[in-house]
């Protein structure tokens, strides 16, 4: 539906497990996001890229590492995370991350359950 | 930073009844979106308001921006079952970054 795809759509990860969550997008955006949506908290920005460079990083902590191999991929590798990081992650995408009120188009998200 | 409330946090009404969310930002706005997040799906887009006082209509939805560009409603009229969801509000400030609203859950029961 909105052109922005994100996989896995579930993940149940151990505490001391690695693993990926991936975005695609097909709508020739310029730049991308990651959020985490929580049950308590509203969405929350953490990470953003634009024409592949890495512009805003909201003090997220190092066991969530984003990778942007170019404008249509966004990665997220998860390492040691804890209990509380379980959430919903979406990925969203706009034309041009630096302009003014830019739409974003958001992914259906992968919820992750870390045990 | 730049804070976006909304309240209130969650609302119930029955179907046909009216409904309205309210988004305020700690700082003023060069504009307002709106989104729609069904249950167990993901924010979409609904609308974008730019201009000092505008007001905006999508069928039964209603959409505001305060004079001061700090404010913005969003008012359902005669509410339907499909209208169940979370409504956020995302604004973006003077650093050009859009920060979203805390969100506003409507249950709508026959």
């Given at each position: 539906e909105t052109g922005v795809t994100q996989t896995p759509r579930h993940l149940v990860?151990?505490?001391?497990?690695?693993?990926?969550?991936?975005?695609?997008?097909?709508?020739?955006?310029?730049?991308?996001?990651?959020?985490?949506?929580?049950a308590k908290k509203p969405l929350e920005l953490m990470f953003v890229y634009n024409f592949k460079e890495q512009t805003e990083n909201n003090s997220v902590p190092s066991r969530f590492s984003p990778e942007c191999p170019n404008s249509s991929h966004l990665f997220l590798h998860l390492h040691t995370l804890q209990p509380e990081d379980s959430a919903l992650y979406l990925c969203a995408s706009s034309q041009d991350g630096a302009g003014v009120g830019e739409t974003q188009y958001f992914g259906p998200g992968t919820r992750l359950l870390v045990l | 930073g730049q804070q976006v409330m909304q309240i209130p946090q969650y609302q119930h009404v029955q179907e046909g009844e009216d409904f309205t969310t309210y988004c305020n930002s700690?700082?003023?706005?060069?504009?307002?979106?709106?989104?729609?997040?069904?249950?167990?799906?993901?924010?979409?887009?609904?609308?974008?308001?730019?201009?000092?006082?505008?007001?905006?209509?999508?069928?039964?939805?209603?959409?505001?921006?305060?004079?001061?560009?700090?404010?913005?409603?969003?008012h359902i009229t005669a509410t339907q079952t499909t209208d169940v969801g979370t409504y956020f509000c995302a604004g973006t400030g003077t650093a050009s970054k859009?920060?979203?609203?805390?969100?506003?859950?409507?249950?709508?029961?026959?």
């Open positions: 990860m151990g505490m001391t497990n690695k693993k990926s969550l991936k975005c695609e997008q097909h709508l020739g955006h310029n730049a991308m996001y990651w959020y985490k949506q929580s | 700690s700082t003023t706005l060069s504009n307002i979106q709106w989104y729609k997040q069904r249950p167990g799906g993901h924010p979409v887009f609904l609308i974008q308001l730019v201009k000092s006082g505008e007001v905006k209509k999508q069928k039964r939805l209603t959409f505001q921006f305060g004079e001061a560009k700090k404010n913005s409603s969003l859009l920060t979203f609203g805390t969100g506003t859950r409507l249950q709508v029961t026959l």
